[in-house]
């Protein structure tokens, strides 16, 4: 029944509705019991905020966030506050993993409005969609410097009536500002110069106390990291290296590191690399997990290995669901014990003197407090986070082994506790990072079951997510509970061609090659912005061309939590360039790099991604080894180039009668001699062919 045709006390009953029951999203479900009338977003919310003519009150977070707790608790499922919001919004709630399109859009707005973005994102919006004010968590009652939610609430409720004429200044200067940020500056190429000019800007922001880049709170940023270790493989400096291996040994010993159960948290809220901010999400791990596998080949320090092995581990064991494919995240809270009421950041992870010294007796407790820096007034809030940052000896294999024994007797112990919620959607994009990062590091570290695991996740998205009502190249973003979900967005799609890239390293049949290429002919179907070489070049939006229409459709080359999809596809497609011969591959790679290359001298420290794909598509290694894919020397120089500290290259594996496109530099290669060989090609030139596998480590180590 359509809104003004219901009686006023039908109308009442159906705005005070919470309608989130239905969702799958875990984050929205949360929400199912607020007195809040929420409402998912969607045309139809949009349609009764038209009706009732009430501003729209838009608030995103997702399920592990900490924040968007203490404001659920505080504000949403207090009663009097949800009666002003009924009285006065149409609410509507959303999970930003399962929409990152429409959060992207509105953190954009909060950014033009001089705010920090981040979750909670609360803002307000027309019956239409428009933003007009926002911020991010407010407490009920005015604290820290902030209004109280209500005092908000009623402020905006009364401008929206009263003072029309600055909402619709604020939404123009907001659509002025959109398409502003939505056409960004192009330029030529991106140089290796400026490449390296942008290394040395990010060097002089390392912390080399501590590791990393700034100061609290800190975040791992492997994009950044993949950026330095690239300026040191182009350059033959050091210090970029030396970053590297400096911050993920300090994350890899520090708080930040959950040293039972493996992996990492999502950032450290302090400058050591000591107190995390409890959530664990699956994009974090995937990242980080090829750059250990990559600093063990480099230095042989059996640190990055153990790390590596840990927090597979983890994502194998806790993170991969019975179908195949990965859950997102871990919550940053628990309850402290099973009749609490409320949950506390860190409640699972965190532990007292008493309690090791229980679990452990006397002997082994002192070692392993002396090592996790047990004290009996704790490191964080009277409690200890367990962390090896100030050790300053090595440890004897007999002292090791009794850590390890320690530390599964604390772990068995904290299966006991209330564990935090695990957000179990799978997202596409998210799970193209850990396929990728996971074939990755299984070649590195020589991990066939890691792999293995990669592939079971890759048939999932590949059969499950995949989108039948709009074609067999299309897929969807979300899965839960027997649901795939909402449209795939450019980060899916570029994501997933990367991982079956990554796949394609280890199989002998073309299948994930033309899955690569079917992804990467649907993204410049359907998200290409339509510009052409004359015009700047053209890069790719962040929804498709039938997709929900929105306020407006994004288009960035900006890293964030996750690399940009846009930097992401120059990597994609100069490897499709190197693996195909196909110049069409070349051009869509430099019309993104051009697109965006007037951006990189103001905003070089989000771009780098971009930045490394424009040094891939100019300088792209290409390593081929041709034998018989059974042969014993094949094998080991396969191993060795896997094995290999570089970044970005093109492995390709063919038999003696298998030949590469004519286009390519390696077109021709075979034999030498009857023996295997592999051949190292940049650009047009190969060097010449190596037989020995301990000559390709040596040769591939001097790159």
């Not at 094995?643 to 034999?671: C, I, N, S």
């Amino acid at each position: 029944m359509p809104i003004d045709a219901r009686t006023d006390a039908e109308t009442a009953a159906a705005v005070a509705e919470n309608r989130l029951g239905r969702e799958t999203s875990p984050y929205l479900l949360q929400h199912a019991d607020n007195p809040v009338a929420w409402r998912p977003w969607g045309p139809d919310a949009l349609a009764e905020a038209q009706a009732l003519d009430r501003p729209i009150l838009l608030s995103v977070g997702y399920a592990a966030c900490h924040w968007c707790h203490v404001m659920a608790h505080e504000s949403f499922e207090d009663p009097a506050t949800a009666a002003v919001i009924n009285a006065q919004f149409v609410p509507v709630k959303v999970d930003r993993e399962e929409r990152p399109d429409i959060d992207a859009i509105y953190q954009q707005a909060l950014a033009m409005l001089g705010e920090h973005g981040g979750w909670p994102l609360t803002m307000f919006l027309t019956p239409t969609g428009d933003p007009f004010w926002g911020g991010t968590y407010f407490p009920r009652e005015a604290l820290y410097g902030r209004p109280g939610f209500t005092d908000v609430l009623d402020a905006i409720a009364k401008t929206y009536r009263d003072a029309p004429e600055k909402i619709r200044s604020n939404v123009d200067q907001l659509r002025t500002g959109f398409d502003r940020l939505n056409t960004p500056e192009a330029g030529e190429t991106i140089p290796p110069a400026i490449a390296e000019r942008c290394a040395e800007a990010l060097l002089s922001h390392v912390d080399w106390q501590h590791g990393g880049i700034g100061g609290a709170p800190k975040f791992p940023q492997p994009s950044i990291l993949a950026q330095l270790w690239g300026a040191h493989r182009r350059t033959g400096e050091a210090k970029p290296a030396e970053a590297v291996l400096l911050a993920l040994r300090r994350m890899a010993e520090g708080g930040i590191y959950d040293h039972l159960g493996g992996g990492f948290a999502r950032y450290a809220t302090d400058r050591g690399w000591l107190v995390p901010h409890f959530e664990k999400m699956l994009y974090d791990n995937a990242l980080l997990l090829p750059l250990l596998a990559l600093a063990h080949n480099a230095t042989g320090d059996p640190l990055f290995r153990r790390r590596a092995e840990e927090t597979a581990h983890w994502l194998l064991s806790d993170m991969q669901t019975e179908e195949g494919g990965f859950a997102s995240a871990r919550d940053a809270d628990s309850l402290p014990h099973a009749d609490a009421d409320h949950p506390e950041e860190g409640a699972y992870y965190v532990w007292t003197e008493p309690e090791i010294d229980r679990l452990l007796g006397p002997e082994d407790s002192a070692l392993f407090k002396q090592v996790y820096d047990v004290t009996p007034d704790g490191n964080w809030e009277g409690t200890t986070i367990l962390n090896r940052l100030a050790l300053d000896r090595t440890l004897s294999d007999e002292e090791e082994g009794r850590l390890a024994r320690a530390r599964a007797t604390l772990l068995a112990a904290r299966a006991t506790r209330p564990e935090p919620l695990k957000d179990d959607k799978v997202l596409a994009d998210w799970n193209g990072l850990a396929i990728r990062g996971l074939v990755q590091a299984g070649q590195r570290l020589g991990r066939p079951d890691w792999i293995a695991a990669a592939r079971r996740a890759y048939d999932f998205v590949r059969n499950e997510m995949a989108d039948a009502a709009r074609g067999p190249d299309r897929l969807l973003h979300a899965y839960r509970a027997g649901r795939a979900r909402h449209m795939a967005m450019l980060d899916d799609y570029v994501m997933m061609a990367e991982a079956a890239l990554a796949l394609h390293e280890t199989a002998p049949d073309r299948s994930y090659l033309e899955d690569a290429i079917r992804w990467a002919e649907a993204v410049h179907a359907h998200f290409h912005d339509g510009r052409a070489e004359q015009d700047g070049g053209g890069a790719y939006f962040h929804t498709a061309d039938d997709a929900e229409g929105l306020v407006t459709r994004t288009k960035s080359a900006t890293d964030a939590s996750t690399p940009s999809g846009n930097g992401r596809a120059v990597h994609l497609f100069a490897a499709l360039h190197l693996l195909t011969g196909d110049e069409r591959w070349a051009a869509r790679a430099d019309g993104i790099v051009r697109r965006f290359a007037g951006e990189v001298a103001r905003n070089f420290a989000a771009l780098s991604s971009l930045i490394d794909g424009a040094m891939m598509r100019a300088d792209g290694l290409q390593i081929v080894v041709c034998g018989p894919a059974d042969a014993p020397a094949t094998r080991a120089l396969m191993e060795a180039a896997r094995r290999a500290p570089v970044l970005d290259r093109v492995l390709v594996q063919l038999g003696p009668d298998e030949k590469l496109p004519e286009a390519r530099p390696a077109a021709g290669k075979g034999l030498v001699e009857r023996r295997p060989a592999a051949y190292l090609c940049r650009g047009p030139v190969c060097e010449r062919p190596v037989t020995e596998a301990a000559a390709l480590s040596e040769r591939l180590a001097a790159l």
